[in-house]
C-alpha cells in the first residue's frame, strides 16, 4: 500500500501532487486511466469538486477509485453547492471510505459555471469548513453533537500567493492554518518572487505547500486574458508564448515551471493541473525532472 | 431604501391581456425614489398600455392612482376613498413584492398582478444609480468589518477574508466590481481596526433569517401576544 498523504507530508521530500476532473457522465474509464498512469508518481492525486462550477460527478466516486487502485485522493470539498449540514453529511461519507485528505475550498462563483442561474450556497466558508472537518475528526459535528466514530482527516486549504492585493489574502490564510489545514495548494504560480514572498509569511505556521503548476493551452489564452478563469493571473508575456505554442510546448512550459519551483527550494511540493489535457500530467512531470519514486 | 426595476413592457401587456378596466396603482415611496414605480412611472406606463392596446385594437380603460405606501394598510385602505376597487378587473400593483402582497391581502377577492421586479435593498450612489448593500441577513456583521457588507458586496457572501480571485482589488466575477474584501481591509487598516479582520469569524446564523419573518416591538408585545 502507497504511504498515506499524512506520511508523505511528514517525510520531507519534495511532494508531487496533480488534479483531475471528475467525469461529466457516468463513465469513470478515463479516471481509472489517468489513476493508473499516475500511480507510483505522485503523491496524492486530487479530484475537483465541480470545476468551475461546472457539473461533473461527486469527486467521492473518483476518490474512492483512486483508493482501490492504491493512489492517494485529495478530495476537494467546495462550499458552494452545500449547506453546512450536507457538507457534514458527505465529508463523513467520504471518511467511511477511506477518503481522508480533503482539500476545503470556497469554490469558484457559479457564474463561471453550465448551471448559471443555480443559488451559490456559501452556507459555510472554507475557514468553517475547516473547522467543521477538524471536528469530525475529534468525533463531533458543528453543533458539538458526538458522532459515532471518527474521521482520519489531513485538511488542506487553496491559497493565492498572486492575489492582489496580496494582505488580505495572507490574513485569511492565516485563519486557515489556524482553523487546522496541514498543507496548502496554491493557485498557479508564475511569479518565483511571489512565491518567495508568501512562504515568507506561511512558513511561521509551520504548513506545508505545494505550489500550483498550471498547464496553459493556447485555445484558451482569450479566456485567462479575460478573467474567466478566476484566480489564474497569467503574465502577458506568457500569455504571447502560449498563443502560438504546440502542446509540446506548452507541456514544456509547464514543466520549466515545476523546475523553477523546485529548484528555488521555497515550498514542499508541487500541484499540477491540466484542465481538458490531464493526458499530459505525466509528460509534465518527465519533462520536469519528476520520476516514479523521486 | 427597496429598489425595483420595472418588468419588460411585453411581460406587463401579457399580464393585463383580456382586462377591460386595469387600475395602475402607484407606491410613493422606495419605488418612487429609484424611478420604478412611483406617479410618473405610473403614467408612463399607463400611457404605454393605452397606445399597446389601441394598436391592437383592444378597448382597455386605464386609471391611475398613487398612494403614499403599498406596504402600510393604512395608506392601502384610502384606496377605497379615491376608487371603487370593484369597478377594475385587476389592480396593477407598481410597488415592491412585499406591497403588491399587502394590496393584494386588502383586496383578497381582487385579482393583483405586480408591474415590478423587486431586486434589492440599497443606496444612491448617484442620479439613478443605485447599489445594493444590505442582504438583510438578521445578523449583521457591520461592527466587525469597517461598515462594509461581505455579506452583501462579496458575491459568495465570504465572511473571513477574500476568496482567491482579487485581482487588482477586483472581483472575480466583475472586473468592474471592487473586492468587498479589499474594501474592507482597506477600511478597517484607515481606521486603525485591522485586528478585527484577523479574527475569525464563526459561521452566520441563518437561524435568525427564517423567513416569512415576523418583527413585534417591543412596545406592541402585549397588544399581538
Known sequence: ?294 | MIIAKRKPFNEIEELVSGAKKILILGCGTCVAVCLAGGEKEVAVLASQLKMALALKDQDAKIDELTIERQCDREFIEEITQKVIVDDYDLILSSACGAGVQLVSDVFDHKVVLPALNTTFIGVAEGPGVWTERCRSCSDCVLAETGGICPVTICPKGLVNGPCGGTRHGKCEIDPEKDCAWTLIYNRLKKIDRLGRMEQTRPPKKYGADQFPARLVHEAYRRRYE
Open chain 1, 1 to 294: 500500500m502507497a504511504k498515506s498523504f499524512q506520511e508523505a507530508l511528514a517525510s520531507g521530500k519534495f511532494l508531487v501532487t496533480a488534479s483531475i476532473d471528475a467525469p461529466k457522465g457516468t463513465d469513470l474509464e478515463d479516471a481509472a486511466r489517468m489513476i493508473d498512469r499516475l500511480k507510483g508518481v505522485v503523491d496524492a492525486l486530487g479530484v475537483s469538486d465541480n470545476p468551475y462550477a461546472a457539473m461533473h460527478m461527486s469527486p467521492w466516486a473518483v476518490c474512492r477509485l483512486a483508493l482501490e487502485k492504491g493512489v492517494e485522493p485529495i478530495m476537494h470539498v467546495a462550499c458552494r453547492d452545500r449547506n453546512r449540514i450536507a457538507l457534514q453529511s458527505d465529508l463523513l461519507a467520504a471518511a467511511s471510505q477511506g477518503i481522508n485528505n480533503i482539500l476545503c475550498v470556497s469554490g469558484d462563483h457559479v457564474k463561471f459555471g453550465d448551471h448559471g442561474d443555480a443559488k451559490p450556497v456559501h452556507d459555510i466558508d472554507s475557514v468553517h469548513l475547516l473547522e467543521v472537518s477538524k471536528g469530525l475528526k475529534e468525533g463531533k459535528d458543528m453543533t458539538g453533537s458526538a458522532l459515532t466514530g471518527s474521521a482520519a482527516f489531513c485538511l488542506g486549504a487553496a491559497a493565492n500567493p498572486e492575489a492582489d492585493p496580496i494582505e488580505p489574502q495572507l490574513i485569511k490564510v492565516d485563519k486557515k492554518i489556524r482553523a487546522g489545514a496541514s498543507f496548502l495548494v496554491t493557485h498557479p504560480v508564475f511569479s518565483i518572487e511571489k512565491l518567495k514572498s508568501f512562504m515568507g509569511h506561511v512558513s511561521r505556521g509551520g504548513v506545508k505547500v505545494l505550489a500550483g503548476v498550471r498547464l496553459l493551452v493556447p485555445e484558451k489564452v482569450a479566456q485567462y486574458r479575460d478573467g474567466r478563469c478566476p484566480g489564474l493571473f497569467v503574465p502577458e508575456d506568457i500569455l504571447g508564448q502560449i498563443e502560438a505554442a504546440d502542446m509540446a510546448k506548452c507541456t514544456e512550459m509547464a514543466a520549466s515551471m515545476v523546475k523553477s519551483i523546485k529548484s528555488a527550494g521555497l515550498c514542499h511540493g508541487i500541484h499540477i493541473t491540466a484542465s481538458g489535457h490531464e493526458a499530459v500530467i505525466l509528460d509534465i512531470l518527465k519533462t520536469g525532472g519528476i520520476e516514479a519514486g523521486t
